[in-house]
Every structure is written in structure tokens, then in C-alpha cells.
């Protein structure tokens, strides 16, 4: 069954230090991961991934892909209040014209 | 202005009622998508369509119903809501064409209470 897990579920900081949110994926015809950022709204697009090796960043987020492994992981250095919210980690399954499969999303709170 | 734009923002209403959601867009996307996310469920899949005459379901599809009425605009209708349809709903778009890019673009979202 193609899926796509998400870790840890949830997980509280303090202002300044440093988050890795890990998605680990089992998806037919793998071509592409996507994550993305949810707060009170509607997802807003981060990145998406489709080699190995190559990490994307975005000024304090960055993001790299594993392809022999299945996973990827999303680095927040510096946290700040403002990154609170749910992380989500998405992955086009062609099969069905290209749905995403999401994962569980991880809750990332910054405390001050 | 927002490239997705959903119809209402937010909607109770009652047992039984038929009810329509709209999205429009202005990407210019081939594919559009319609998602309802229910807390610890995640996003999940409703409807897809590729363009105006091909659609699809997905995987939650009973008790819902959609429009393509033009390349911009795809609605999504309960057509007798009951309670367990409370949740958020989004629309989203992708263009798959030439640019292959995966991407999925989603408008704000629709908060429907049924009660």
C-alpha cells in the first residue's frame, strides 16, 4: 500500500534552536515529494524534491531527499515563533492522476 | 488576488440540505483537485478532474458530487449533507503539462459545519 509517514508527530521548541521533521515514503512509481507549511489556513508550498542528494533551502529551511533510503527530512534552523505550525510531506501517486498522499503532518510549536 | 479562490469560507447548515462548493482559479491549471481534511485523518482526496470532460473519483467520492464547468472553475456539491461531512475542504490545482512540475497550489479552504 503506497504511504507516506511522517515523524514525530508532534513536537514543542524554544525560540533559536534547531528542528529536523523526517517523512519516510512508500509510493509506486516514485517521481517527486512535496512539503509543505499549514497554519490556520490553507497548505502554502515549500519545496519539492525529486533527486537525491540535492538540498533545496529556503532561507532558514532547507530540505534534502534520499532516494535509495525513501525518506526526507526538513531542517528549521533558528527557530522562530513564527514557524509554528503543521508541516506537511506529500507525494504524487500517478496512479490515481497524480493525487498527493499526504502524511499525518508534524505539529511544530515555538515557544518564546 | 489570490491565484485559487473558494466559495464560501465558511457554511453551516443542516442534515439533509444540498450544498455547493465552488473554486475558481486563475493559474490557467489543467487539473484541478478537491480535498476535505479531518483532524488526524489528514488530507484526503474527494475528486479530481484533468480537464473540463475527464473526472474522476478518489477516494472518498460517496455522498459528493462535482462540476467542471470551464477550465477555471470546478464545484463540489453534497447533495444531502449529513454530519460526519464536517470538515475543512480545499480545492487545489496543478499543471502537469509541459513543465511536469508536481506542484499543487491550494486556495484557502472551506470550513462546512453540518449539523
Known amino acids: 500500500e503506497d504511504k507516506v509517514v511522517q515523524s514525530p508527530l508532534s513536537l514543542v521548541v524554544h525560540e533559536g534552536d534547531t528542528v529536523t521533521l523526517n517523512c519516510s515514503y512508500e509510493?509506486?512509481?516514485?517521481?517527486?515529494l512535496l512539503w509543505y507549511k499549514q497554519e490556520k489556513k490553507a497548505p502554502t508550498f515549500l519545496f519539492m524534491l525529486t533527486s537525491s542528494g540535492i538540498e533545496k533551502k529556503s532561507g532558514r529551511l532547507s530540505s534534502i531527499l534520499d532516494k535509495k533510503e525513501l525518506f526526507s527530512i526538513l531542517n528549521i534552523t533558528a527557530t522562530q515563533t513564527g514557524d509554528s505550525a503543521v508541516y506537511l510531506c506529500?507525494?504524487?501517486?500517478?496512479?490515481?492522476?497524480?493525487?498527493?498522499?499526504f502524511g499525518q503532518g508534524t505539529e511544530l510549536s515555538v515557544k518564546p | 488576488d489570490a491565484d485559487v479562490t473558494q466559495t464560501p469560507r465558511n457554511r453551516i447548515t443542516k442534515t439533509g440540505k444540498r450544498i455547493m462548493l465552488e473554486c475558481s482559479q486563475t493559474?490557467?491549471?489543467?487539473?484541478m483537485y478537491w480535498y476535505r481534511q479531518d483532524p488526524g485523518l489528514g488530507l484526503r482526496l474527494i475528486y479530481y478532474?484533468?480537464?473540463?470532460?475527464?473526472?474522476n473519483k478518489g477516494e472518498i467520492s460517496d455522498g459528493y458530487s462535482v462540476s467542471r464547468q470551464a477550465q477555471a472553475k470546478f464545484s463540489l456539491s453534497l447533495e444531502s449533507a449529513i454530519p460526519n461531512q464536517t470538515a475543512l475542504y480545499f480545492c487545489a490545482t496543478s499543471d502537469l503539462g509541459a513543465g511536469r512540475t508536481d506542484t499543487q497550489y491550494f486556495g484557502p479552504g472551506t470550513r462546512l459545519t453540518v449539523l
Open positions: 493559474k490557467g491549471h489543467d487539473r
Open positions: 509510493v509506486t512509481n516514485f517521481r517527486s
Open positions: 506529500a507525494a504524487p501517486f500517478y496512479n490515481q492522476g497524480g493525487k498527493l498522499i
Open positions: 478532474s484533468f480537464d473540463v470532460k475527464d473526472i
